[in-house]
Nanobody, 123 residues
Framework: QVQLTESGGGLVQPGGSLTLSCTAS????????TAWFRQAPGKEREFLAA????????NHATFLEGRFTILRDSAENTVFLQMASLEPEDTAVYYC????????????????WGQGTQVTVSS
Protein backbone atom coordinates (compact mmCIF):
# COMPACT_ATOMS: atom_id res chain seq x y z
CA GLN A 1 0.00 0.00 0.00
CA VAL A 2 1.23 3.45 -0.90
CA GLN A 3 0.54 6.45 1.30
CA LEU A 4 0.58 9.72 -0.62
CA THR A 5 1.02 13.21 0.77
CA GLU A 6 0.54 16.35 -1.30
CA SER A 7 2.13 19.65 -0.34
CA GLY A 8 2.92 23.03 -1.82
CA GLY A 9 -0.56 24.44 -2.17
CA GLY A 10 -1.49 27.93 -1.09
CA LEU A 11 -2.63 31.33 -2.23
CA VAL A 12 -1.08 32.75 -5.40
CA GLN A 13 -1.88 35.78 -7.50
CA PRO A 14 -3.15 35.44 -11.09
CA GLY A 15 -0.23 34.94 -13.44
CA GLY A 16 1.87 33.41 -10.71
CA SER A 17 3.51 30.00 -10.39
CA LEU A 18 3.38 27.19 -7.89
CA THR A 19 4.94 23.75 -7.60
CA LEU A 20 3.08 20.93 -5.88
CA SER A 21 4.77 17.86 -4.46
CA CYS A 22 3.48 14.33 -4.00
CA THR A 23 5.57 12.21 -1.68
CA ALA A 24 5.05 8.52 -1.09
CA SER A 25 5.63 6.40 1.95
CA UNK A 26 5.28 2.66 2.14
CA UNK A 27 5.81 1.09 -1.26
CA UNK A 28 8.08 3.13 -3.51
CA UNK A 29 6.29 5.70 -5.61
CA UNK A 30 8.30 4.76 -8.60
CA UNK A 31 6.65 1.39 -8.74
CA UNK A 32 3.46 3.09 -9.82
CA UNK A 33 2.25 5.48 -12.46
CA THR A 34 1.43 8.77 -10.76
CA ALA A 35 -1.11 11.38 -11.78
CA TRP A 36 -2.39 14.74 -10.66
CA PHE A 37 -6.08 15.59 -10.61
CA ARG A 38 -8.00 18.54 -9.26
CA GLN A 39 -11.50 19.22 -8.08
CA ALA A 40 -13.12 22.61 -7.81
CA PRO A 41 -16.27 23.19 -5.73
CA GLY A 42 -19.32 21.87 -7.54
CA LYS A 43 -17.26 20.31 -10.32
CA GLU A 44 -16.09 16.82 -11.13
CA ARG A 45 -12.54 15.73 -10.49
CA GLU A 46 -10.48 16.30 -13.63
CA PHE A 47 -7.27 14.83 -14.93
CA LEU A 48 -4.25 17.09 -15.25
CA ALA A 49 -1.16 14.99 -15.91
CA ALA A 50 0.37 11.57 -15.40
CA UNK A 51 3.89 10.20 -15.47
CA UNK A 52 5.10 6.65 -15.90
CA UNK A 53 6.85 4.71 -13.16
CA UNK A 54 10.21 5.37 -14.74
CA UNK A 55 9.41 8.92 -15.75
CA UNK A 56 10.01 8.30 -19.43
CA UNK A 57 6.39 8.86 -20.48
CA UNK A 58 4.17 11.79 -19.59
CA ASN A 59 0.61 12.64 -20.46
CA HIS A 60 -0.74 16.16 -19.95
CA ALA A 61 -4.33 17.28 -20.40
CA THR A 62 -4.55 19.29 -23.62
CA PHE A 63 -6.68 22.04 -22.07
CA LEU A 64 -3.70 23.05 -19.92
CA GLU A 65 -1.94 24.33 -23.05
CA GLY A 66 1.47 23.65 -21.61
CA ARG A 67 1.01 25.65 -18.40
CA PHE A 68 1.50 22.62 -16.12
CA THR A 69 4.35 20.09 -16.17
CA ILE A 70 4.63 16.81 -14.27
CA LEU A 71 8.07 15.67 -13.16
CA ARG A 72 9.46 12.77 -11.18
CA ASP A 73 12.39 12.66 -8.77
CA SER A 74 12.86 8.98 -8.10
CA ALA A 75 15.68 9.57 -5.66
CA GLU A 76 13.32 11.60 -3.47
CA ASN A 77 10.30 9.38 -4.13
CA THR A 78 8.44 12.50 -5.17
CA VAL A 79 6.39 13.62 -8.15
CA PHE A 80 5.96 17.33 -8.82
CA LEU A 81 3.42 19.41 -10.65
CA GLN A 82 4.89 22.67 -11.85
CA MET A 83 2.16 25.21 -12.54
CA ALA A 84 2.64 28.50 -14.34
CA SER A 85 0.43 31.35 -15.56
CA LEU A 86 -2.15 30.46 -12.96
CA GLU A 87 -5.69 31.74 -13.37
CA PRO A 88 -8.56 32.04 -10.89
CA GLU A 89 -10.15 29.09 -12.70
CA ASP A 90 -7.27 26.94 -11.46
CA THR A 91 -8.54 27.28 -7.90
CA ALA A 92 -9.24 23.77 -6.64
CA VAL A 93 -8.08 20.97 -4.38
CA TYR A 94 -5.23 19.17 -6.11
CA TYR A 95 -4.75 15.44 -5.61
CA CYS A 96 -2.08 12.97 -6.57
CA UNK A 97 -2.88 9.35 -7.22
CA UNK A 98 -1.09 6.17 -8.25
CA UNK A 99 -1.90 3.05 -10.19
CA UNK A 100 -0.16 0.09 -11.75
CA UNK A 101 -0.48 0.52 -15.48
CA UNK A 102 -0.34 3.22 -18.11
CA UNK A 103 -0.83 6.97 -17.76
CA UNK A 104 -4.60 6.74 -17.63
CA UNK A 105 -6.75 9.87 -17.56
CA UNK A 106 -9.71 8.40 -15.64
CA UNK A 107 -9.78 8.84 -11.87
CA UNK A 108 -11.54 5.53 -11.24
CA UNK A 109 -8.49 3.75 -12.64
CA UNK A 110 -6.29 4.97 -9.79
CA UNK A 111 -5.96 2.95 -6.60
CA UNK A 112 -4.20 5.22 -4.12
CA TRP A 113 -5.03 8.85 -3.38
CA GLY A 114 -3.61 11.57 -1.20
CA GLN A 115 -5.72 13.91 0.92
CA GLY A 116 -5.26 16.84 -1.43
CA THR A 117 -3.78 20.30 -1.18
CA GLN A 118 -5.72 23.53 -1.73
CA VAL A 119 -4.61 25.94 -4.43
CA THR A 120 -6.29 29.32 -4.51
CA VAL A 121 -5.58 31.81 -7.29
CA SER A 122 -6.77 35.25 -6.34
CA SER A 123 -5.62 38.84 -6.17
Amino acid sequence: QVQLTESGGGLVQPGGSLTLSCTASGDALDTCTTAWFRQAPGKEREFLAAISCRGNRRNHATFLEGRFTILRDSAENTVFLQMASLEPEDTAVYYCATRVGDENIYNDQYDNWGQGTQVTVSS
